[in-house]
């Protein structure tokens, strides 16, 4: 369903003694400037000091049947709509509020494109992004266990996709409570040892715990760079790909005080087709005050410059993580509109204030793409409507290649309600490509 989406509403009509409302001319050079399989954009010239737009739309040339939009500019993209279908469009002048200020223009009519068939792709590549929520953050909320309540499920969830590549964030480089092993056993090994032990030879790009001389404490730390990242690990499965080179980037701060964000990131090889490719995984900080909104934005931009720093071959790039923001966020989900602006791709097309798909949207088949991924362990899985795109703080950004398959990963009853343990308070995002 698309945000914009407004009931029908009857023209303005002046009680008895009010003056009638200001009218304005009707809008003229309406065009469908873009077609798609399920999108139509559209524009027209502007009426001067027009409030607002208002684009009827109807599959039917009498106009019945019509669904409403409104526009504060003079073009729009009008989504959710039929493959391969004709529709028909008039604009007009209207209040902030939906009055009408202006008759209709004629009727144009444009065509959704037919959905292209696709073969199945070749060699494909499995990656995930997964918040398994830290071994010491634990809330005591409803649903809640500690880590090692979780962790089977957590190990569970990663199995039942068996991706290739998984971006890890929250896997503590800390030392886990009550461990008796000799140097003590982190978040993320402990992780990374229960998979192996699944029988998939899961391997961590990187295993160093902290950034010093001696990695495995930062008890009187003495700076090095190991390229450890925290609780920010990339997961490669050995059997499928192999790992080229790896490292982290640390990302601005507000306070020198605030937790280090790192940018963890790895070249790896598909192993069936010898193709390399680029896969980073972040955390983005999660303050909400404004200054935070400000420093998620200049994280993002410092990922993007270090992507193009580093992958000087160009080879195709995977970008996942928690990046703490969404389509909600207010002013702007600012992290999303840096990873478009750098030409990077959002396979659900999940853009701001819409749920719909927009015709940037690559995912040629989505599984639960309208549950949100954040869960907060409540009991009845978030889902915003029964189609279309949740709220998302985590993502699996592409350079331009096939993404065949997106899914929310959850394990639900036919009510919507989690089976069993709820295995961190985010969901695991998942989607099957085809490297270029």
């Known amino acids: 369903m698309a945000l914009l989406l407004a009931v029908p509403l009857p023209a303005a009509t002046a009680a008895p003694g009010i003056k009638p409302a200001v009218t304005y001319a009707t809008p003229s050079g309406l065009t469908s400037s873009a077609q798609a399989t399920t999108s139509l954009t559209f524009k027209w010239n502007a009426v001067s000091g027009a409030p607002k737009y208002r684009i009827q739309l109807s599959p039917n040339a009498d106009m019945s049947g019509a669904t409403f939009y409104r526009f504060s500019s003079t073009s729009g993209e009008i989504r959710d709509l039929k493959p391969a279908t004709k529709y028909y469009a008039k604009v007009r002048v209207i209040t902030l509020d939906g009055a009408n200020l202006s008759p209709y223009s004629s009727a144009v009519s444009a065509k959704t494109l037919a959905a292209p068939a696709l073969p199945a792709i070749s060699n494909p590549l499995s990656v995930a992004s ?126 020198s005080t605030d937790n280090t964000r790192y940018l963890a990131w790895s070249i790896l090889r598909q192993r069936s087709t010898g193709k390399s490719f680029f896969f980073g995984d972040t955390q983005l900080d999660s303050s909400k005050a404004s200054a935070y909104y400000l420093l998620r934005q200049s994280q993002t931009s410092a990922i993007a410059s270090a992507i193009s720093r580093i992958n000087t071959g160009k080879l195709p790039v995977l970008m996942v993580g928690d990046f703490n923001s969404h389509k909600w966020t207010e002013p702007s989900n600012a992290p999303y509109d840096v990873m478009v602006s750098a030409g990077y791709v959002d396979p659900l097309g999940n853009t701001y204030k819409n749920d719909a798909p927009s015709a940037a949207a690559t995912a040629e088949q989505r599984i639960r793409a309208n549950y949100d991924s954040f869960n907060g362990f409540e009991r009845k899985a978030r889902a915003r409507n029964t189609t279309g795109n949740g709220t998302y703080l985590d993502y699996i950004f592409t350079s331009k290649m096939r993404v065949a398959k997106w899914e929310t990963v959850i394990n639900i009853d036919a009510a919507g309600n989690f089976v069993g343990t709820i295995p961190s308070d985010h969901n695991m995002v998942s989607a099957v490509v085809q490297l270029p």
């Not at 990663?158 to 409570?177: N, T």
Request: glycine share 8%; aromatic share 8%.
């Open 130 to 255: 997964y918040n398994v929520k830290c071994d010491n953050c634990f809330d005591g909320l409803a649903n809640e266990l500690t880590w090692s309540g979780r962790r089977d499920a957590v190990v569970s969830t990663i199995v039942s996709k068996v991706p290739d590549v998984v971006g890890i964030q929250e896997a503590s480089q800390g030392w886990l409570k009550n461990e008796t092993r000799p140097g003590g056993l982190t978040q993320f090994e402990d992780l990374q040892e229960r998979l192996f032990n699944r029988g998939i030879n899961y391997q961590l790009a990187n295993a160093k715990r902290n950034n010093c001389v001696n990695d495995v404490t930062p008890t009187n730390c003495v700076y090095s760079d190991r390229g450890a990242s925290q609780g920010t690990k990339i997961l490669y499965n050995k059997g499928t790909v192999e790992l080229v080179s790896q490292g982290s980037v640390a990302l601005p701060k507000v306070s």
